[in-house]
C-alpha cells in the first residue's frame, strides 16, 4: 500500500494539544500501546521517545503500527492511521522533544532524559470518526 497525504483534520489534530496512541507489535505478537505527543513532517507522522523504550524496540523490529490521534475537546473525534515507522533518528530528537514540551506544556524546556529518539511514520491508511 503507497503513502498517503495528512488531510486537513489529522493535520488540524496534530497541530493542537492533541494525544496520538501508538500501537506496535510486541516480540510474542501482542499489541502495545502508549500515549504518544505527536507532530509532523510534510506527511509523515512524527512521535519523540527515549532510545530503548519498547515502542522504539518493537518498531524497529517491526515497523508496522497504528496511531489514533483524538481531539482533547471531544476525544470521540479521532483520525487513525496504519503505517510504517520508515526512519528512527537521535539526530535533532533532543532539540524536537523541547518544541514538544512547548507546545503541550506551554513553557521551557523538557527537563526528563534526553537520549531521545524521533520515529517518522508514514501513513498507509486511514480512518476517521467525527460527531458534532
Request: charged content about 25%.
Amino acid at each position: 500500500m503507497g503513502a498517503l497525504k495528512l488531510n486537513d483534520k489529522a493535520i488540524g489534530l496534530i497541530a493542537g494539544k492533541n494525544f496520538g496512541y501508538l500501537a506496535t507489535t510486541n516480540k510474542d505478537g501482542s499489541p502495545h500501546v502508549t500515549p504518544v505527543w505527536v507532530d509532523r513532517e510534510g506527511d509523515l507522522i512524527v512521535v519523540n521517545s527515549i532510545v530503548g523504550r519498547t515502542k522504539v524496540r518493537n518498531a524497529k523490529r517491526n515497523p508496522k503500527v497504528a496511531i489514533a490521534i483524538t481531539d482533547a475537546s471531544n476525544q470521540y473525534n479521532m483520525v487513525t492511521y496504519r503505517g510504517t515507522v520508515v526512519a528512527q533518528t537521535t539526530k535533532g530528537a533532543a532539540e524536537h522533544i523541547d518544541k514538544l514540551y512547548r507546545k503541550y506544556i506551554g513553557k521551557g524546556k523538557y527537563t526528563g532524559d534526553r537520549r531521545r529518539i524521533i520515529l517518522k511514520i508514514r501513513p498507509e491508511h486511514y480512518a476517521e470518526q467525527w460527531t458534532t
